[in-house]
Antibody, heavy 119, light 107 residues
Framework: QVQLQQWGAGLLKPSETLSLTCAVY????????WSWIRQPPGKGLEWIGE???????NYNPSLKSRVTMSVDTSKNQFSLELSSVTAADTAVYYC?????????????WGQGTLVTVSS | DIQMTQSPSSLSASVGDRVTITCRAS??????LAWYQQKPGKVPKLLIY???TLQSGVPSRFSGSGSGTDFTLAISSLQPEDAATYYC?????????FGPGTKVDIK
């Protein structure tokens, strides 16, 4: 049974960098892409991007200039950094298991982290 | 990038009703489509992938169909616990965009 546990700072000031990490317990880490998805309060889901165990990434073009994803295979962890945050980046951020290279639906999700950007 | 739309944006139906939600892609995505259910304050849950394959543990009253650009999620007999927002997601290529969601209420 795969479980994802995520953590990171929940309150940021404008212009700061958001940093979140997600740990994967159980199952294969190297066989999948690992995703970040966010949801502003009261709004829908937005796909941020994904990374695989080799560090190959795909980012949403709308966020690409500010997003960096990284992976630590020794700890089965992957991380998200989003720079120069504004109030528009306030959202619940989810990590999720993405695809296996053939199909890319997300069947396992972290618990979510509310990140608030406020001065 | 491929855009995803859903209709309706919300609906209200009675217990036992058959409910259908439509998802449309701006370009063909063969069958690379998933459906998720999200209840208020909860993590999204995968219902269907490959447009029509039911995720393990999901009740059989949920079904998916379609290919190319037009897809449908159906609930054959709506139950009180089905009150939620439903999202489609295309995943044929990045960005793996979600639809805007359809909120389902119980009358």
């Amino acid at each position: 049974q795969v479980q994802l546990q995520q953590w990171g700072a929940g309150l940021l000031k404008p212009s700061e960098t958001l940093s979140l990490t997600c740990a994967v317990y159980g199952g294969s880490f190297s066989g999948y892409y690992w995703s970040w998805i966010r949801q502003p309060p009261g709004k829908g889901l937005e796909w941020i991007g994904e990374i695989n165990h080799s560090g190959l990434t795909n980012y949403n073009p709308s966020l690409k200039s500010r997003v960096t994803m990284s992976v630590d295979t020794s700890k089965n962890q992957f991380s998200l950094e989003l720079s120069s945050v504004t109030a528009a980046d306030t959202a619940v951020y989810y990590c999720a298991r993405g695809g296996d290279g053939v199909t890319y639906h997300s069947d396992c999700w972290g618990q979510g982290t509310l990140v608030t950007v406020s001065s | 990038d491929i855009q995803m739309t859903q209709s309706p944006s919300s609906l209200s139906a009675s217990v036992g009703d058959r409910v259908t939600i439509t998802c449309r892609a701006s370009q063909g995505i063969t069958n690379y489509l998933a459906w998720y259910q999200q209840k208020p304050g909860k993590v999204p849950k995968l219902l269907i992938y490959g447009a029509s394959t039911l995720q393990s543990g999901v009740p059989s009253r949920f079904s998916g169909s379609g290919s190319g650009t037009d897809f449908t999620l159906a609930i054959s007999s709506l139950q009180p616990e089905d009150a939620a927002t439903y999202y489609c997601q295309k995943y044929n290529s990045a960005p793996r965009t979600f639809g805007p969601g359809t909120k389902v209420d119980i009358k």
